[in-house]
């Protein structure tokens, strides 16, 4: 485990943490005036390896060359040109900082990091992270890399959690949820959605799947995950022949068949990477799902048809209802599509950026 220290004097600012992948949704902004819960779990923290807020660069000012040597390879708005390695942790975890008002960000509902940190340290005044709580943001706190320092408080080395653990002990993110928002008399302060997780996940997930069919139609299985997918590649893709499959796999799973093109397959929580099959599947193209979003695909959690009458004895399904279904097609986030994509050397490819620049029109058709 580590703390995290000021680099100005040394005090200590968080709480020991320990390290795991970065959510997908980390950067996500979820619909107007949301209520977002916290982003991290208590007693841990993840890395951006990219740069992250303040200041920002035009594309116009920065050009496809050097765009490309930071790994992005077709053209967005703008580009951070702060240091890489931001720190994200649960507001809950920091210790010995205070906020720094007059860089509140003069956002509406609450603070939005984007005038640079906004927490100092309380022992020196370092400014040192930024805490973001505003409406539509997940909750965190961003330690700016270059103001701290990451420090061991033991010497164990704990190994990650294996597969097989991970399935037997993990939990899965409902694709459904109540979503909170700044309500009024008017109407209700919440109402049942497509988990803004997922919504962040298929965005990724989906500019994955359009890069694996390689200008070919995709199909993928049968129930929530050609829900959550065929629509959009069906929309975005060609119709005809030589189609390309995809199918889930995973731990605890079947082994794929031998002709499967792309594969659904789960991020490891701790690490960051993705699961691989050994054999003749290990040329297939890998889509990587959040662990959390593929451990629901590969194993939903069951509801039973009926009420169960009297006690719940041990191996008896609880007997609540099924979660309500939205009211709108799942449609998967935007801005985590866009990121992925430009980040893919294929989308130089003329049909790839043609997807990128009706990015209006696919909106308008409720794909994102």
Request: hydrophobic fraction near 40%; aromatic fraction near 8%; charged fraction near 15%.
């Amino acid at each position: 485990m580590f703390v995290f220290a000021c680099v100005g004097c040394g005090a200590r600012l968080t709480a020991p943490l320990s390290q795991v992948a970065l959510p997908a949704h980390a950067h996500q902004q979820y619909g107007n005036g949301i209520q977002l819960p916290v982003l991290m779990e208590s007693g841990t923290f993840a890395v951006d390896p990219e740069p992250w807020g303040p200041p920002w660069r035009r594309w116009e000012e920065i050009g496809p060359e050097e765009a490309a040597a930071r790994g992005v390879y077709a053209p967005v708005y703008s580009l951070s040109d702060g240091v890489p390695g931001a720190v994200v942790i649960a507001p809950g975890d920091t210790r010995g900082t205070r906020l720094i008002p007059e860089n509140g960000g003069g956002c509406c509902c609450g603070l939005g990091g984007g005038d640079g940190p906004n927490m100092a340290c309380e022992a020196c005044g370092l400014p040192v992270a930024s805490r973001v709580d505003d409406c539509s943001l997940w909750q965190a706190v961003w330690l700016a890399p270059n103001a701290v320092r990451r420090l061991p408080v033991d010497d164990a080395v704990s190994a990650p959690s294996s597969w097989t653990e991970l399935v037997a002990n993990g939990k899965g993110t409902p694709p459904v949820e109540p979503i909170a928002r700044w309500g009024s008399w008017r109407e209700p302060s919440d109402y049942w959605s497509w988990s803004p997780q997922w919504e962040a996940a298929a965005g990724r997930a989906l500019a994955h799947l359009l890069v694996a069919s390689e200008g070919r139609p995709v199909t993928v299985p049968d129930g929530l995950i050609a829900e959550v997918f065929q629509r959009a590649l069906d929309a975005l893709l060609p119709v005809g022949p030589s189609e390309r499959r995809a199918v889930l796999a995973g731990p605890g799973r079947p082994a794929p068949d031998t002709d499967a093109d792309i594969l659904l397959v789960p991020i490891h929580p701790q690490t960051g990477e993705a699961w691989t099959l050994p054999g003749p599947a290990a040329s297939a193209y890998l889509v990587p799902l959040p662990f959390g979003v593929w451990l629901w695909l590969a194993f939903p959690e069951p509801h039973l048809p009926v009420p169960a009458s009297g006690g719940m004895p041990d191996g008896v399904l609880r007997d609540d209802p099924p979660a309500p279904r939205p009211h709108h097609l799942f449609r998967a986030d935007q801005r985590a599509f866009q990121h992925t994509l430009v980040r893919q050397p294929a989308v130089r490819s003329p049909w790839l950026r043609e997807i990128l620049e009706n990015a209006r029109q696919h909106l308008h058709a409720r794909l994102f």
